[in-house]
């Protein structure tokens, strides 16, 4: 499944005047997760889908297709996942797991899996690692910023099945989450949860998705870190 074969591209439009920029075409990888910069709308982030631990997970380019650059570049089986940019728009978060003497970086390539721990890193836009948390506690399906950058959000799996937040300082690598709720739906390898746990713009909820008593909802919990 993660080494299966194909292609795609990557297309800017523009709405005034039709033209139509291709911005990355791949050939055995496929351009995932577009998302434009939150403070400046020509940069664009998106990632190679294909095995993490074998591929350049995170590029950025501009909308006229100039600039592709790699993010966090990345050596043979340091995997790197679940990028998401930082508020301010001069970095991008990612889910960081280092596999380069993992011998089980090929039967056990689900990182939800893997005997080697999870950290939180940031990378700046010139591509170099900006910030690179201690181990956590647990792997978590997603992790998620507040929209001050104060606070994190993520959700654990299998026995750490929560919905977690966090404070965070850059000037620490130390991030402590702390269990919010308990998610109810059961947890598959590669897919997660689908719970989605983000923040409310007061900083005062974490909004995510969850079964209960067999419907999928969505929940609230009221954050408490202090």
């Known amino acids: 499944f993660f080494n299966r074969p194909r292609h795609g591209a990557l297309h800017a439009y523009d709405l005034h005047t039709g033209g139509l920029t ?3 075409e791949l050939d055995g990888m496929l351009p995932i997760h577009p998302d434009a910069s939150p403070t400046d709308p020509g940069l664009v982030k ?3 889908d294909n095995y993490d631990a074998h591929c350049q997970r995170i590029w950025t380019v501009r909308v006229d297709g100039t600039g592709l650059t790699a993010i ?3 050596e043979w089986n340091e995997l790197i996942t679940h990028e998401f940019w930082w508020p301010d728009g001069q970095c991008i978060g990612f889910k960081y797991q280092d596999r380069r003497h993992d011998p089980t970086v090929m ?3 689900w990182a939800e899996y893997a005997p080697s721990p999870t950290r939180f890193g940031l990378a700046a836009l010139d591509g170099t690692q900006a910030y690179l948390s201690d181990p956590l506690e647990s792997y978590h399906s997603h992790i998620f910023v507040s929209g001050d950058g104060t606070l994190l959000t993520g959700e654990g799996t299998h026995d750490h099945s929560c919905v977690y937040v966090a404070r965070f300082r850059r000037d620490t690598p130390w ?3 702390i269990p919010h709720a308990t998610i109810h ?3 598959l390898p590669l897919a997660g949860q689908k719970v989605n746990a983000g923040m409310t713009a007061d900083n005062r909820w974490v909004v995510y998705n969850d079964t209960i008593d067999g419907v999928s909802q969505v929940c609230a919990v009221r954050v408490e870190v202090d």
């Open 107 to 109: 039967s056990l390539p």
């Open 185 to 187: 739906t059961p947890c």
């Open 46 to 48: 998106f990632s190679h």
């Open 175 to 177: 991030v402590d989450f």
């Open 72 to 74: 966090r570049p990345q």
């Open 22 to 24: 291709t911005l990355v």
